[in-house]
C-alpha cells in the first residue's frame, strides 16, 4: 500500500505527497490561506455592497443626526418605535463598531415589538448577517443567531449560509459544527440538511482533519443516507478527501460512489489517489483512458483533466509494484493526457477547496436563492422581494439505506 499524503504549504505553492507517517494533514497546512467558500455573488455580497452606496449617497447629509436619533430610540426607557424602513437604512449605512452595535439594538427592538405593529413583511435575517460578514464579525455573528432576544430573526437559508461561511473564514470550524446541529433541530422548511450548509458543514471537517471530524462526518454520512438525502457534489469531495487523509482510502473509495457526476475532475482524480494509495495500479488505468476517449469540448476541458500531483502519487505507488509492463502503459498514457491538454498543473487541494461560483437551485430552494440574488434590485422593491415563505415539503423522502455505509463510522 502507498502510504501517502497530500500536502499544501501554501495557494501558490505547488503540492508535494509526503509520506503519511507524518502526522501534518492537508488541510491542516493548507489553512494558512483562508478565503470564504463560496464567492461573494453567491451570497448577495455584491448587492449589499451596491445598496450600502446607494444609501449612504443618499443620506449623505442626515447620516449623523439620523444615527443619534436611532440611539434615542433604543434606549430603554423610549417609547419610540423601530420602523422597518429606519432599521434598513442603518444596517446599510453602519461603518464602524458603534453604528454595529446600535444596528443589534435596534433589531432587537424590533423583533420584540408587535407583529402586528410592523409595516411590511422585510425579513432582516439575511441583510443583517451580510452586515456582519463584510465587517468579519463572527463573534457578534454566532451571539446575535443564538440570543433568544432575536430567536427566529435568522431562520433563512441564505442566513445559514453566510453565518457558517463567515465561521469557515475565520477558522472558526467547531462552531460550525455546532451552529450546524441547531439548524438540524429548527428543520426549516421541514429540512434537516440544506445543501449549501451540509457543503460548509463538511468543508469544516476537512479542514479540521482528525479523526474526531472523521467520525462526525461518517456519522453525519449514515444520517443523510438513511433519509435519502443526495449531497452536492463538494459535499461528497469534502467528506471523500477528509477520509483519504485520515488513511481511510476504502472509505472514501465509497463516499465517492454517492457522487451523481462519476466523471467530474475531482471525484475522478480522488478515486485515482485512492487506488494509488491502496495499490490498485491496474484498477487507474481504466480511468485513465475513458478521459482519452471522450469527445470532450475545449471549453469542457477543465472538467477532464487529472492533477498533475495526483499522477506523480500513481507513479510513486507503481515503482513499488516494479511492473515494468503496466510502468510502460502508464506511462503512455500520461504522455497522450499530456498532448491532448488532459493534465492540469492546479493541485488537487486547491481544487477542492476552490471557491463555489454558483450553488445549484433545486425546487425546494429555488425561490430562496432567487430572492438572494434580486433582493436588492431596488430600495422601492425590497419589502416585496426580499420575503423568504416558509413551504411546507410535498412529500416525504423515501428512506433509502446503501449497503455498508452503516459499518464506516
Known sequence: MANTLFTV??????????????????AALYAQDIRQLFV??????DTFEQQREKVKAQMTNISDKF????AEIVTSDSPNMVFTEDLKNMVHLADDDKDIELSIKMLKKYNKQNKSLRFGNYIFGPVVMRM??????????????KSPDLSRMFDQYISYQLLLDLLYENQRYKDILDVFEN???TQLDGQQYPKNSLVLVLAACYKMNNQEALDYALNLWVELNKVGHNPMRRATTFCAGLALNQKKPDVALEILQSAKNQNYTTVRNLKVACLADIGRIYDIIPILKEVLNEDVLPAQKQTSTFNRDVLDLVEKALQKTDNSELTVEFTRLVQQLEKLGHISDT?????LCSE???PPINRSQGYQQYEQNFQYRSQD????????PRRQPKYQRQKLHRPGLTDLV
Not at 422593491?381 to 423568504?388: A, K, T, V
Open 9 to 26: 504549504l501554501r495557494k501558490s505553492v505547488s503540492i508535494h505527497y509526503l509520506a503519511r507517517n507524518n502526522n501534518l494533514g492537508l
Open 40 to 45: 461573494k455573488t453567491a451570497m448577495g455580497l
Open 67 to 70: 444615527k443619534e436619533k436611532m
Open 132 to 145: 456582519l460578514y463584510i465587517h468579519n464579525k463572527a463573534d457578534l455573528a454566532l451571539e446575535s443567531f
Open 183 to 185: 439548524i438540524k433541530e
Open 347 to 351: 493541485p488537487l487541494e486547491n481544487q
Open 356 to 358: 463555489i461560483q454558483k
Open 381 to 388: 422593491q425590497s419589502l416585496n422581494r426580499n420575503y423568504e
